[in-house]
């Protein structure tokens, strides 16, 4: 997608500081982390959110997935971490291009989302 921020950040007109990358999948750090080791696994095809991932899209998620704990662990989070999709308005997703955060550090990361039903 041509006005798609993580689009731009792939092909190299925005620049990131870059985790990782390969041919299909890019991972690099957060412009506002939330806590020491905060970065993003992202797909390099466009897909927008998980709403609109196909079976096709099977490899490369996957791909996603089975990175996030080496990089975690060479950014700092050796004791777990946490990875979190956003997804669509109710998910609070801000940038439409599927992407993970990973999210940890040295210290116990704060409690999951406490629902508090209207």
């Given amino acids: 997608m041509e006005n798609c921020i993580f ?8 620049p990131s500081k870059k985790v990782y990358e390969d041919d ?3 991972a690099f750090h957060d412009i506002q982390p939330v806590a020491p080791v ?3 696994v ?11 991932v196909e079976p096709g899209h099977q490899a490369v998620l996957g791909k996603c997935l089975a990175v996030a704990g080496k ?9 777990g971490f ?14 439409y291009h599927v992407h993970i955060h990973i ?3 040295p210290q116990t990361l704060p409690p999951m989302i406490v629902w508090r039903g209207q």
């Fill in 42 to 52: 992202i797909p390099k095809l466009h897909i927008s959110s998980l709403f609109e």
């Fill in 82 to 95: 946490r990875t979190i999709i956003n997804t669509g308005r109710v998910g609070r997703q801000e940038v």
């Fill in 38 to 40: 905060h970065f993003l």
């Fill in 24 to 26: 299909e999948i890019l």
């Fill in 103 to 105: 999210i940890g550090g």
């Fill in 71 to 79: 990089l975690a662990r060479e950014q700092g989070a050796a004791d």
């Fill in 7 to 14: 689009c731009k950040i792939v092909r190299g007109e925005i």
